[in-house]
Every structure is written in C-alpha cells, then in structure tokens.
C-alpha cells in the first residue's frame, strides 16, 4: 500500500511537464496539493516552494526535519521520440520490478524524492514537524539552492533526497563549473553536388557525475572522430553542421553532421567502418550505430578546422582520480552540448571536482581549448563542494534506523556529482545532512528507471528515522 500511494504522487509529477526553468506548473500543482493537505505553503524570490507541515500530536517537542528536493528535471528523448518536454508527459510504464519512461528520461531525478516528502507529510503518523523544501532548476543553474533565504535552512536536520542509490546515504559531494562560448561563423557558398548526413546514435549516455567513470562513449566526440575520418580520407566533403547534446550535465547520446560530398558512397563506406571500429573500441555501448543517408544539398558551407581544434583538445571524461577516497572520480569533464552550423557555434562543457582547486585547474584546461581553436569561453560562478563529516549525529541515525529495517548496514558515500547540500552549507554550517533515495539508474538518459522495492524501504527507513530524532547520541 505504501509503495503504490507514493507511486500515485510520483506518477501525477509525471503527467506535468517540469524541465529546468520551467517549474510555475509543478510548484502550483504542489501548492495546491500543500492547502488541500491543510499545510502552509509559500514560494521564495526564486520560485522555490516551502511547506510548513506540523507535528503530529505527542510529536511537538521533536526537532524540525527539513526534507528537500528539486522540482525540475533532466528532459531527454530518443531519436525517434517526436516529444516536446515544455509540453508533454512522461509516460511512465511498469515493467515487472522496474518502473521506466516510454522513450524518454524518467523524471525519477528527483521526482521520486518529492513524492516520498509528499506521502511522509500526508501520511506517516509518528513524526514531528517537517519542512519541506522544493527548489527550483537544480539540473542547469542550481539557483533555487544558492538564492534560497538562510532563514528556511534554520533547523538542525535535512534529508536530500536525490541520491539515486537506496544502500548507500550521501554525505559529500563534489563540486562544479560551467564553461560556455556561443560565436559567429565564417561561412560561404557550397560547391559540391550530393549532401549527405551522418548519425552516431544508440549510445548510453547518462548523468556526467555518476556515470562518467563508466567508460561511456560521448557521441558529439564520437560525430568528430567520425567528421575527422571523412576529412582525412580524401573524399571531397563540405560540412554545414555537426550538432549534439541536450543538456551540460546529460553524456550525449549521439550527434548529427551534414554537408555535401562527390561521393555518398565513400562517406557511407567510412560511416560503415567507423561504426565497427568504435564498437570494437567502446563494448560497453551494445545499441550504437552509426548511420549514412542521402539528404538535401546543403547551400552554404563553412570550413571545420576550428570546430576540430575545439573538438580534439576538449577534456572529456575522467580527468584525475580521487587523492583522499579510493574508487572515486577526482576531476572530470563533460562536453554536455555543442552546435557549429552556418548560424554560429555553441558550447556548453561541465567540469566537477573535489577540490576548488582542482576545479579551477580543469576550467583552465577547457578554456585553453577554447582559446586554440578561437572560441570564446565564459566561465560560470563555482558550485561548492559539500565536505564529509562522517562522526555527524544524523549519519550515525540514519544508519541505526536502515539497520533496523533492513538488517544490513547503510554505507555512507562521498559522490562526483554535485548536490545541493553544498549551497546549503554554505546559509548554515550548522545543520547536519545526509542524502538519501530509493535506486534511480541511468539518470539523464532515455532508459533511466526506478527501482520499485527500494521505494518502500527508503520510505520505512525515514519513517524510522523520524521517529528517532528525538534520542540522545
């Protein structure tokens, strides 16, 4: 019964289009639903909404819980879904133990977290006051965490519940920057008779903090490889785009080029081999493929030296591995979107990092790649990192109360991706944190899922937690 009304809230989320700056529907869905419930609810400057949910009787003397979580969501489709995230659905589908998106990402990033805050306010009985904290556009800018007031963060406890592993409790993570460079091209008239469009699809992508250690290959780094191959083979060949990349913290899923050749049949011959050649290389990537067609003649053209510069000399991936936690990413890079046609260039890379100078290092590096091939590069205000305290007294609770549930022990984690208990720190160096969900794989991705069991038991172990907030260390 529990797992399916905390399914009931996630799947009306689903129904209600929420990319990241676009959260006005959900957060008055969610207000609404907040007055229905007889709960207080406000939204900040930002558009963060806050509800007030008040203790159960016998419960008034027990600390103030803050549960938080992000109202957006990572918006990606397959090639072949014809879906626009500013107005459609997700279509959740249950497959056995697995709930999944038709097509596209799920939402479950952090929907599913909301709809666990959701039943916990509603529905669980032996529990003090809770706070509950939705914020806006965490996926792209994180500024409903860095503009929420200091005074909403005044409580001795917060959950986040945007972890993605139920076994494993979060009590650190990394910190992040964004470079982007948006310019003109140089552009002039085509000449050649055929055009043609080639295009790298199938692959896994995922979220460019968990999933970026997983050998994953980029395919707007996989379409330059392949444009470098076409270029470098003697075939006569004009190119008017090489386009790719939805998101910066999403690893690209494949990418498109089109321009014009003297001969289909050669590009198709080296589109062919390539394809052989990278799954060879990249095994892990069982849906890849790499496609030739015919197209339109394309009527202006520009020259790629500079977008391969760019494209060659760009870190991606793993950088550096952790110096302090053994198994972790230390530095890393995503190329998340990159579009050069006859309009301009546009770029968008997410570098991550434990340490602030690390991270000053590896924006360094992408710019100096900037810098060579002629782009411009901007560089956005660093995400903090949130720093482990593994003695903290709310760790110690939410493990005692897993192991009350479950009869195993709840590991806790440092991670590479980026959290908003950062910024939080950042209002109240007091507060204790721990982040917290049930299983979400392949997050930022088309066949990103939620793994039903572990709904229940990260919802049985809160409960326990709540009711254990009140005993002494």
């Known amino acids: 019964m529990k797992t399916e009304l905390i399914l009931e809230y996630f799947r009306k989320l689903c129904a209600i289009p929420r990319p990241s700056g676009r959260e006005e529907a959900i957060a008055a869905y969610?207000?609404?639903?907040?007055?229905?419930?007889?709960?207080?609810?406000?939204?900040?400057?930002?558009?963060?909404?806050?509800?007030?949910?008040?203790a159960r009787q016998g419960f008034e003397d027990y600390p103030l819980m803050i549960l938080q979580a992000h109202m957006d969501m990572v918006c990606i489709a397959s090639d072949d879904i014809n879906w626009c995230p500013e107005k459609d659905p997700i279509c959740p589908v249950e497959d056995g133990d697995w709930l999944r998106a038709d097509g596209t990402s799920l939402g479950g990033d952090d929907g599913i977290g909301i709809a666990i805050a959701q039943y916990l306010a509603e529905h669980s009985r032996d529990r003090g006051s809770l706070r509950l904290i939705f914020t806006v556009d965490e996926e792209e800018t994180t500024v409903g965490a860095v503009e929420l007031e200091p005074e909403y963060l005044d409580a001795p406890y917060?959950?986040?519940?945007?972890?993605?592993?139920?076994?494993?409790?979060?009590?650190?993570?990394?910190?992040?920057?964004?470079?982007?460079?948006?310019?003109?091209?140089?552009t002039r008239e085509a000449a050649l008779p055929e055009g043609f469009s080639v295009r790298v699809k199938g692959l896994c992508g995922g979220h460019s903090g968990d999933d970026i250690h997983k050998c994953r290959l980029n395919?707007?780094?996989a379409a330059g490889w392949i444009l470098k191959k076409i270029l470098e083979s003697g075939t006569d060949c004009?190119?008017?785009?090489?386009?790719?990349?939805?998101?910066?913290?999403?690893?690209?899923?494949?990418?498109?080029?089109?321009?014009?050749?003297?001969?289909?049949?050669?590009?198709?011959?080296?589109?062919?081999?390539?394809?052989?050649?990278?799954?060879?290389?990249?095994?892990?990537?069982?849906?890849?493929?790499?496609?030739?067609?015919k197209a339109a003649r394309q009527k202006e053209i520009f020259l790629p030296k500079q977008i391969m510069s760019f494209l060659s000399g760009i870190p991606d991936g793993v950088i550096s591995m952790s110096r302090?936690?053994?198994?972790?990413?230390?530095?890393?890079?995503?190329?998340?979107?990159?579009?050069?046609?006859?309009?301009?260039?546009?770029?968008?890379?997410?570098?991550r990092a434990e340490i602030e100078d690390d991270l000053t290092a590896a924006a360094e590096q992408i710019e100096a790649a900037a810098a060579a091939a002629g782009l411009p590069a901007q560089r956005s205000e660093i995400t903090p990192s949130w720093p482990a305290d593994p003695y903290a007294p709310l760790l110690r609770k939410i493990q005692r109360s897993y192991r009350a549930v479950t009869g195993e022990e709840l590991e806790a984690v440092a991670v590479h991706a980026a959290l908003e208990c950062a910024e939080f720190r950042r209002k109240n160096e007091r507060i204790q944190m721990v982040s917290i969900s049930p299983d979400v794989l392949d997050v930022h991705s088309p066949k990103e899922r939620l793994y039903i069991p572990s709904v229940k038991k990260t919802a049985d172990v809160l409960e326990h937690l709540l009711m254990e907030l009140n005993t002494r260390e």
Request: with cysteine; net charge negative; charged share 20%.
């Open 30 to 54: 969610l207000a609404r639903w907040a007055e229905n419930c007889g709960f207080d609810a406000c939204r900040d400057k930002t558009g963060n909404l806050i509800i007030e949910v008040p």
């Open 158 to 186: 917060l959950v986040n519940l945007d972890s993605e592993v139920s076994s494993q409790v979060m009590i650190s993570s990394a910190g992040c920057v964004e470079i982007t460079g948006k310019t003109g091209m140089q």
């Open 219 to 221: 395919g707007i780094l």
């Open 238 to 293: 004009e190119i008017s785009l090489i386009k790719g990349g939805e998101a910066s913290n999403a690893i690209p899923t494949g990418a498109v080029i089109r321009g014009n050749t003297s001969s289909f049949a050669e590009v198709q011959r080296i589109a062919c081999d390539a394809e052989i050649e990278l799954r060879q290389k990249w095994q892990g990537e069982h849906e890849l493929s790499v496609i030739a067609e």
């Open 324 to 351: 302090q936690v053994e198994g972790l990413v230390g530095v890393s890079s995503n190329l998340g979107i990159f579009h050069a046609g006859i309009d301009g260039i546009e770029y968008d890379v997410l570098a």
